[in-house]
């Protein structure tokens, strides 16, 4: 039996002022991870070799031109930058960002040739590449062929995906409307059935206002905006539940009783996962073709250089695309074959209703 290939997991470098190749390489220093895939480095061999040696990590990789060429068993760097990378840690730059954009543009490329599988990406510094507001709106915008992209943040024990992303907080609400809370629910359900395998999701939505507004006294988003929304989203069949104010239920720690919280805003998102989540968490972006993680934490550039990065998200961020890949290919087999119905609905003249099975050819005779 001709053995199945492993998965091809495409890594771009991430700024390279920060730990992103310290994450990578302290990864793959453990030969274990080349058996559960094939690694794609999207990056600079002078600047991992940088890194590898001031660092004192010394994983091998192998160089190579084109992402076709990768080998099982090994740490492919794919050489998207020939020429030398001046390394400042702890200092976003020009330069570091710009290698950043080369690396995420050429796996993108990449990913439209089929050369790879699932895509993860390692932290930036989004105010340093022009025009690059996230890695989500922007593979959105690369190729999003018109889908939406939601950003979940996620661990074992706690999901959190946000209405708004990357909006400042004085615009926080004239972003949010009934219909933008409705399409990031069904994203987010969507993705914890098909990606996630959750099989009947049940989704927190949190309120915008301290105390849920108060009956409108601290502000009406409550009653205009998300009850609507979870009125409509429950008329779908969607689990749908709140809202909560955000204080109370991470207080509380509400968010074990359901599979997903879906927050207004950044900090009221994104500040109680990194609370729990900081070293471990993981970047998933539901809603697009591409399967795209990330490690939870960011570039990191105050601890850049000093060795200090621990490298478990980046790993959970390489477990998780793989699962999900799975996921969405089971997910969708399952689908393409359904069984078909045995009844069908029948209206008398009466208008009783009445079941009859379906027969579509007559029985042999015996």
Known sequence: MEQERKIRVAITHGDTNGVGYEVILKTFADPAMLELCTPIIYGSPKAAAYHSKTLEIDTPFSIINHAADAREGRLNLLAVIADEVKIDWGEPT?????????????????????????LVTAPVFKNGIKGFNGHTNYIEHFMGDGKKGLTILTNEDLRVALVTNNVAIKDVAEAIT???????????????RRDLRVSSPRIAVLALNPRCG???????EEQTIINPAIEELTAMGIQAFGPYAA?????????????????????????????????????FT????????????GANFAVAGKNQTDEQSL?????????????????????QN??????????????KVRFHKKQDSKPEEA
């Open 338 to 351: 359904p069984l078909p119905k045995l009844y069908h609905e029948k209206r008398d003249d009466s208008e």
């Open 94 to 118: 020009p330069e570091s960002g710009e290698a950043a954009k080369v690396a995420i543009d050429r796996a993108l490329a990449d990913y439209k040739e089929g050369l790879f599988d699932v």
């Open 214 to 220: 108060e009956d409108g006294v601290l502000g009406d």
């Open 247 to 283: 204080d109370d239920f991470f207080g509380r720690s509400s968010y074990f009783r359901f599979d997903a919280v879906l927050a207004m805003y950044h900090d009221q998102g994104q500040t109680p996962f990194k609370a729990v989540a900081y070293e471990n968490g993981v970047r």
């Open 315 to 335: 790993r959970n961020a390489i477990y998780m695309a793989i699962d999900v890949w799975r996921n969405r290919h089971n997910y969708d087999e399952a689908l």
């Open 286 to 297: 539901a809603g697009l073709d591409i399967v795209r993680t990330a490690p939870a934490h």
């Open 178 to 192: 009934k219909q933008k809370v409705v399409e990031k629910a069904q994203l987010l359900h969507q993705a914890l």
